[in-house]
């Protein structure tokens, strides 16, 4: 019998083989030295599709003749990152001016490869690096999102969810009341610049008017008796 490495999600098929002249050719297979879950068809173990729980090692042996097992034969199922996992190497609160170490973590067969980190600020997304830990080096509130990593091998990748990375500290809740205010005053400009133009404009049609008033009055000359 013969193994080797496969992709999950395919088909895989094992045969035994005897050399010996049995009237009774009827197989038994083990997987990791137990009987196996998947259902034999003569000589042939079909594994459709693989998983990743049908990596192991595989035997076979005539019924009745048990004590005699076929060699092992190992199968590797390769598949991509999966449980892709931030970690944040911090107890406690983070205060401003410390630095704090993330690490992506992920399930993957073959090993991943390549991690890439990122930061979401509202809309935007930003490319931080590479590396399986990332380190914030002196934070501070222009830092402060939500962070993920990008786990890649050469089956597939996988995005982590996001993490955020709080920040507390003397300085946070005026940093926070300043950022409150200026959307506020954002919100509010329009509003203004809206009202002071009509306002001037009602102001220019009021003088308009004024002056046309003062025009059509009538003008009289000093006339002696």
């Known amino acids: 019998m013969t193994?080797?490495?496969?992709?999950?999600?395919?088909?895989?098929?094992?045969?035994?083989?005897?050399?010996?002249?049995?009237?009774?050719?009827?197989?038994i297979w083990y997987k990791n030295t137990q009987p196996t879950r998947h259902r034999a068809i003569?000589?042939?173990?079909?594994?459709?599709?693989?998983?990743?729980?049908?990596?192991?090692?595989?035997?076979?042996?005539?019924?009745?003749?048990?004590?005699h097992p076929s060699p092992k034969a190992t199968l590797h199922v390769r598949y991509p990152p999966r449980n892709t996992t931030?970690?944040?190497?911090?107890d406690g609160e983070i205060v401003v001016g410390e630095s704090v170490n993330l690490t992506c973590w992920s399930d993957a067969n073959p090993?991943?490869?390549n991690y890439t980190w990122y930061r979401k600020n509202g809309t935007q997304t930003?490319?931080?690096?590479?590396?399986?830990?990332?380190?914030?080096?002196d934070i501070s509130y222009e830092t402060s999102g939500l962070y993920y990593c990008v786990a890649q091998n050469s089956v597939g990748e996988q995005h982590s969810a996001a993490v955020s990375v709080p920040i507390s500290?003397?300085?946070?809740?005026k940093y926070v009341a300043v950022r409150i205010l200026t959307v506020v005053v954002l919100l509010l400009l329009p509003w203004l610049l809206c009202l002071r133009c009509k306002s001037s404009t009602s102001h220019k049609t009021g003088s308009t008017t004024t002056s046309q008033q003062a025009d059509s009055s009538p003008v009289y000359d000093d006339t002696a008796v």
């Open 3 to 27: 193994a080797g490495t496969v992709t999950e999600g395919g088909n895989v098929t094992l045969t035994c083989d005897t050399s010996c002249n049995l009237r009774v050719n009827t197989f």
């Open 42 to 67: 003569n000589n042939t173990l079909h594994l459709n599709p693989v998983s990743s729980e049908d990596a192991g090692s595989y035997s076979c042996a005539v019924r009745g003749h048990e004590q």
């Open 86 to 90: 931030v970690i944040v190497a911090r």
């Open 111 to 113: 090993p991943v490869h």
């Open 126 to 137: 930003s490319l931080l690096g590479g590396g399986q830990s990332y380190v914030i080096a």
């Open 169 to 173: 500290g003397p300085g946070w809740a």
